[in-house]
């Protein structure tokens, strides 16, 4: 049987936050690779689970593999992206899992091989590459979610208008934030 994901808490940081991480979801194993961090080296704070993703996570299988079945999701800075494949592992349509740094984001999206799920590059500081997003979802965007992705207080509004823009690809659009 796997422990409950948040028993890590019991753990060393070096089991924490460094080994493959497991997590249940929907009656679904979803294998999470993780990288070490250094809180000096702000690329590296997306290396790992934060706990904020494990809440989210659990509160969308709250809703149900029926509500994500037809559901087109993007995550903003999803870091290893964990809430992405949730998602994706209760069948939603199409999930697209962005980061700044996506190498690690982009083993973790192979590693589950979820059908219907990509690992995007996103600055959100950069109108291309936001502008990009949006051209992949063409057909609007359902839900956006975000867990714990801001450290620095200067990336709140480019994460707003980034999450804004992204809503307004489709009528009735909702988010969720960890």
Not at 37 to 58: C, I, Q
Not at 130 to 152: F, K, M, N, P, T
């Amino acid at each position: 049987a796997i422990e409950p994901a948040w028993r890590r808490n019991n753990l060393h940081n070096s089991e924490r936050y460094w080994k493959q991480f497991i997590f249940e979801v929907a009656g679904k194993q979803i294998s999470i690779q993780q990288g070490r961090v250094d809180y000096e080296d702000v690329a590296s704070l997306g290396l790992t689970v934060w706990d904020a993703s494990l809440v989210l996570s659990k509160y969308l299988e709250s809703f149900g593999a029926s509500f994500w079945r037809d559901k087109r999701v993007v995550t903003l800075g999803s870091g290893t992206g964990l809430d992405g494949l949730a998602v994706a592992a209760m069948g939603a349509k199409d999930v697209i899992i962005t980061d700044l740094y996506v190498d690690l984001l982009s083993e973790n999206v192979s590693l589950n091989a979820i059908a219907n799920t990509r690992a995007v590059k996103l600055d959100w500081t950069s109108s291309d590459d936001v502008q990009r997003l949006l051209s992949l979802s063409q057909e609007g965007v359902d839900v956006v979610l975000i867990a714990d992705c801001v450290y620095y207080s200067e990336l709140v509004d480019p994460l707003m208008t980034t999450l804004i823009r992204t809503l307004e690809t489709k009528p009735k659009s909702s988010f969720a934030i960890s």
